[in-house]
């Protein structure tokens, strides 16, 4: 298994008032067609180093300016994603929750 750590950068106005959406329920929020700002930052062999970039993330500019807008999807070597396809104009995110937090 391996474990894909994102951030996403809120600039989407999907809020109650227009203000960005960071969290919808249990999941990070993510909507890259109204300008939220998806960034990879590293593909890791365990979730626990994932979780450790994190903790280094949070300390950083910008990562620091939302510290609970962090992803962690993990993968199979060698298995499908997508494997029916998908319709255009629907939303294709596949995002966890953040680990105790970042989507």
């Avoid at 067609?33 to 994190?54: C, P, W």
């Avoid at 962690?72 to 596949?94: A, I, K, M, N, Q």
């Amino acid at each position: 298994m391996i474990s894909l750590l994102w951030h996403i950068a809120h600039r989407n106005e999907a809020g109650a008032d227009g203000t960005a959406l960071h969290v919808d329920g249990e999941s990070v929020f993510i909507d890259e067609q109204d300008g939220d700002d998806v960034k990879l930052l590293g593909v890791y062999s365990s979730r626990a180093k994932a979780e450790e970039r994190i903790r280094r993330a949070r300390l950083l500019p910008g990562f620091a300016d939302e510290p609970e807008c962090f992803v962690v999807d993990d993968y199979t070597l060698d298995e499908d994603e997508w494997p029916d396809g998908f319709e255009t104009g629907s939303l294709s995110v596949r995002a966890t929750p953040p680990p105790s937090s970042p989507r």
